[in-house]
């Protein structure tokens, strides 16, 4: 016994006191200041449902998808006839947003990371600037009952690509923030399948709106008019009420943000890092599994075209989607099959049983990126390396979807076979890295890491304080005690 802490002495010898700017570190560390006691389960438990009550209610309002669904909602109702669109003009404004989301998402996810994530999300500056150069005291889509052309269209929908692209990597950061990776899986699903529940309304409200008769003022205005009225209001909310971290979220205690911050410390990752670090950008490039996420994000949506049918009909769209992801999240919740497996599983093979029947069969396939996107979070760790990594992942799915309008052909669907090698390869490279950490020797180089002491300007003196290696803002390959997530 007395050689082993001889030993041990020794090794803390070896590894002498490393100081490290605030900067450096996640916004936690202070919060928690190296406490390392376990959290009771009962207190963990009320945490995780005031969280539940104060954040999931925001995220699922804002159904995500309502504004997108919106333009094929409106084909029914009359657009490309009242603003003399061609089909290859239709397809270009729905391409021209998924053109614009692609280009503005790294400085979307790059602003997520500098400012307020909740308020930033909700941009509402952005839109009110927007509102103005169109004379409009409107929302976003809004703005699209004013114009009558493609031009006015195309740059409706070119200013919405833009605005929109900080949406789903915003929710993404936020559930990483305040859920452990075993949570995130459910979480994302629930807010994810709420684009469904935005099926089911426009649908209905289409439906409605084909009935109208107004002079001057087609139905497709109308919804536009509707939605974008959604989209103000729920602007307002998230600015006021959305929380930006679990470490000033107005609806906990001081305390119970502490408790907070203790309950996702499982993840490894920490919470986030406002400063932009140059060396974590680099290593996300070089990291092969982000491109191999970045692939299976287009080519799963490269296919992807909805909305163009009967409005009441495009209802069993949303219920096939709340289903297909409801069923996906319970069975990656399943141990031993995990994400990877319901990935595959749920990935429908090309079924010729009825072209309206094979199509919603085909909304199956929505589930497993809705998986996907809670599966990301945990498989990355260092607050640039995960934006810039959400980043390249959103951009591959702008990709598949910028795409899509164009080669909407049978000849292209059976790109299935694709999508389940990919997720196969990820897995097997994940499952390898972690039977290698497994049997590394335990990590102690950020063992013996603190802030150095300071004085405050009102004279009062902080002492040395020690940092959790999770609070460190180190990235999954720099803290080998991080384990991907199967």
Not at 235 to 250: K, R
Not at 314 to 337: N, Q, T, Y
Not at 394 to 423: C, D, E, H, T
Request: some cysteine.
């Amino acid at each position: 016994m007395s050689d082993s802490t001889s030993n041990h002495s020794k090794e803390k010898q070896d590894h002498p006191l490393k100081a490290v700017n605030e900067s450096d570190v996640d916004v936690a560390a202070q919060l928690v200041d190296g406490k390392g006691e376990e959290l009771d389960p009962q207190v963990a438990k009320r945490i995780l449902r005031k969280l539940d009550i104060h954040i999931m209610p925001l995220m699922c309002r804002e159904m995500t998808f309502a504004d997108k669904t919106t333009l094929g909602q409106s084909a029914v109702l009359g657009i490309e006839e009242t603003a003399h669109l061609n089909q290859n003009q239709f397809d270009w404004l729905s391409s021209v947003f998924y053109l614009t989301y692609l280009a503005f998402e790294y400085p979307q996810n790059f602003a997520l990371q500098r400012f307020p994530v909740g308020k930033w999300m909700r941009q509402v500056v952005p839109k009110l600037i927007f509102f103005v150069l169109l004379v409009l005291v409107r929302s976003q889509l809004r703005s699209h009952a004013a114009c009558h052309s493609f031009g006015g269209l195309f740059a409706v929908r070119f200013i919405l690509g833009i605005c929109e692209g900080a949406i789903t990597p915003g929710f993404m950061i936020v559930t990483s923030m305040f859920y452990t990776r075993q949570e995130q899986n459910k979480r994302v699903g629930y807010w994810f399948l709420m684009n469904g529940f935005a099926v089911i309304f426009l649908g209905f409200v289409s439906f409605g709106l084909l009935h109208t008769n107004t002079e001057n003022f087609a139905p497709w205005q109308w919804l536009m008019i509707i939605t974008g009225l959604i989209t103000l209001v729920t602007s307002v909310c998230f600015w006021f009420w959305f929380p930006n971290s679990p470490t000033t979220a107005w609806f906990l205690t001081p305390e119970e943000r502490v408790l907070a911050v203790q309950r996702i410390k499982v993840n490894q990752t920490g919470v986030e890092n406002k400063h932009w670090k140059r060396e974590q950008f680099i290593e996300t490039l070089q990291d092969p599994k982000i491109w191999v996420m970045a692939l299976f994000a287009a080519v799963a949506y490269l296919t992807n075209q909805r909305q163009l049918i009967t409005t009441l009909l495009g209802c069993v769209d949303g219920v096939m989607e709340i289903l297909s992801i409801w069923l996906g999240i319970s069975l990656a919740g399943v141990k031993g099959i995990g994400r990877a497996g319901s990935l595959v599983n749920l990935l429908p093979s090309h079924l010729k049983v009825g072209l309206l029947f094979g199509y919603w069969l085909s909304i199956f396939s929505i589930a497993p990126f809705a998986i996907f996107l809670g599966w990301v979070s945990g498989l990355v760790s260092g607050h640039t390396k995960r934006t810039t990594t959400n980043a390249i992942v959103l951009i591959g799915y702008a990709i598949g979807n910028f795409a899509s309008p164009f080669v909407w052909k049978s000849v292209y669907q059976p790109r299935m076979g694709a999508s389940i090698l990919i997720l196969l390869i990820l897995r097997t490279m994940l499952a390898r890295e972690n039977a290698c950490r497994d049997k590394e020797t335990c990590q102690d180089d950020y063992d013996d890491i603190y802030l150095p002491s300071k004085e405050l300007d009102s004279g009062i003196s902080v002492p040395r304080r020690k940092i959790d290696k999770v609070f460190l803002d180190l990235t999954d390959l720099q803290n080998r005690d991080f384990r991907y997530t199967l």
